[in-house]
């Protein structure tokens, strides 16, 4: 799984951090901060950060291509 975050498009609002910690990390008071290709483990908890994200700012794919999920 790969995971692109828009950073023009992130307003911090965190969403993401709280619902999947191991991936998204805020440094500081704004700046999103996050591991581009978790484990697939992990891929319910980044799909739910992503739909959550209020401004839809995450883009997640396979890195095989054979799937694309697009939440931006």
Partial sequence: MRIVVDLN???GYA????LAPEVFQLSGA??????PNPD???RLQVQR???ACPVQA??????????R????
Avoid: P
Wanted: aromatic share 6%; hydrophobic share 40%.
């Fill in 30 to 35: 704004e700046a999103l901060t996050y591991e």
């Fill in 15 to 18: 969403q993401c951090v709280f």
């Fill in 49 to 51: 950060a992503a739909a």
């Fill in 9 to 11: 498009r992130c307003q």
């Fill in 69 to 72: 999920s697009v939440t931006s």
């Fill in 40 to 42: 697939d483990a992990r």
């Fill in 58 to 67: 995450i883009l997640i794919d396979r890195l095989n291509g054979a799937e």
